[in-house]
Nanobody, 124 residues
Framework: VQLQASGGGAVQTGGSLRVSCAAS????????MTWFRQAPGKEREFVSSIRASGGTTYYADSVKGRFTIFRDRAKQTVALQMNNLKPEDTAVYYC??????????????????WGQGTQVTVSS
């Protein structure tokens, strides 16, 4: 099982980045895919999620309207397009896969597989 994260980098406030995650070794099309992030000294927090069908998405209030999650079932990838970035978006971004019910969607402990994380840095 592998979730290979890529993308990220450093931008200024207002810039855009895309982080992606390529899945292998499990039935990607059956799993909810979620992005979490963790800033230094803080707990890992939910960012966005997309259901297996790709038809339902969820966003943290802090990123709603700025971030878009999407998945490619054929390529087995999930990506997070991040626009209008702010310094508070600075964190390591992780992709995760799980079979989670709605009430557990935002809880990291319910996810089965994790990517290695990719750094996003937004400077003011």
């Amino acid at each position: 099982v592998q979730l290979q994260a890529s993308g990220g980098g450093a931008v200024q406030t207002g810039g855009s980045l895309r982080v992606s995650c390529a899945a292998s070794g499990f039935n990607f099309n059956s799993y909810t895919m979620t992005w979490f992030r963790q800033a230094p000294g803080k707990e890992r927090e939910f960012v966005s999620s997309i259901r297996a069908s790709g038809g339902t998405t969820y966003y943290a209030d802090s990123v709603k309207g700025r971030f878009t999650i999407f998945r490619d079932r054929a390529k087995q990838t999930v990506a997070l397009q991040m626009n209008n970035l702010k310094p508070e978006d600075t964190a390591v971004y992780y992709c995760a896969a799980g079979n989670v019910i709605l009430s557990s969607l935002r809880e990291p402990q319910y996810y089965h597989y994790w990517g290695q994380g990719t750094q996003v840095t937004v400077s003011s």
